[in-house]
């Protein structure tokens, strides 16, 4: 079964309705997520609003960019290494 992929958008907009004094059953049902998705959302999003979602999507964003820069320089580094230690 293909599952769907909430935005954070989405996803802050289903924690404040449980925020409001629903049950979080009741938000489980009617949103057709489980318990324990709705907990795991809770403890990464629980206190976001939706200006802080975005920073974080962008801060993820840039995160991988530098990490991806990083591993390519390793990469070069060791390249060069390995072409040094031969004699000449």
């Known amino acids: 079964m293909k599952q769907k992929r909430h935005s954070t958008e989405e996803i802050i907009r ?3 309705s449980a925020d409001s004094g629903r049950t979080a059953e009741d938000v489980c049902r009617d949103n057709n997520i489980t318990s324990a998705t709705f907990y795991r959302w809770k403890k990464k999003y629980g ?3 939706l200006k802080d979602a975005r920073r ?3 801060l993820e964003r840039e995160n991988a960019e530098l990490k991806k820069i990083v591993a390519d320089q390793l990469l070069n580094i060791r390249v060069l290494e390995a ?6």
């Open 47 to 49: 206190g976001m609003e």
């Open 83 to 88: 072409v040094n230690a031969k004699k000449w």
């Open 14 to 16: 289903i924690l404040r």
């Open 56 to 58: 974080y999507r962008e």
